[in-house]
């Protein structure tokens, strides 16, 4: 049990060596397809289709969730 928040929060930056990233559409779609079970045609499909979105400065400004 941590003492303060900036406690629990340096352990727990320390526990994974300050490897932090952002999270981006490409990973969002393999969860989504993992999730429903698709194939690998499908997902291939759906990478080639967010690919192209990303394409669009409309699509940017969505959360990379959102993206996928």
Same mark, same amino acid.
């Given at each position: +049990?941590?003492?303060?928040?900036?406690?629990? /929060?340096?352990? $727990? *930056?320390?526990? +994974?060596?300050?490897? !932090?990233?952002?999270?981006f559409s *490409? *990973? &969002? $779609?393999?969860? &989504? =397809?993992?999730?429903?079970?698709?194939? %690998? !045609? $499908?997902?291939?499909?759906g990478k080639?289709? *967010? /690919?192209?979105?990303?394409?669009? %400065?409309?699509? $940017?400004?969505y959360a990379? =969730?959102?993206?996928?």
């Amino acid at each position: +049990v941590c003492s303060s928040d900036l406690v629990c /929060e340096r352990d $727990l *930056l320390a526990a +994974v060596q300050w490897n !932090l990233t952002a999270p981006f559409s *490409l *990973l &969002f $779609l393999r969860r &989504f =397809s993992k999730a429903c079970g698709c194939d %690998a !045609l $499908l997902h291939t499909m759906g990478k080639y289709l *967010l /690919e192209h979105a990303l394409l669009s %400065a409309a699509v $940017l400004r969505y959360a990379p =969730s959102l993206q996928a």
